[in-house]
């Protein structure tokens, strides 16, 4: 599922692709939420490549969940 979070007093938001099932999803949320209510000070998620990313939770501005969409198109063709 891809994943773009808003951070505050920055120009570009962080986007991300993670593993997409419906358990993960609901980690994520409940991750997300945490932060968002001051529950923890850091978000951290892991991507499809492995990798740890740290996002301060005072900084979020939006997280915004979505699918991974396989026929998305790039480019100009029909």
Not at 21 to 50: F, H, P
Request: charged letters at 30%; aromatic letters at 4%.
């Amino acid at each position: 599922m891809d994943i773009r979070i808003g951070i505050t007093q920055a120009p570009r938001e962080i986007a991300l692709e993670v593993e997409d099932d419906a358990k993960a999803r609901e980690a994520l949320k409940a991750s997300v939420n945490a932060a968002l209510t001051g529950a923890t000070d850091t978000l951290w998620i892991t991507d499809k490549k492995g990798r740890d990313i740290a996002i301060p939770s005072a900084k979020i501005a939006y997280v915004e969940i979505g699918s991974s969409d396989p026929d998305r198109r790039i480019g100009f063709g029909g």
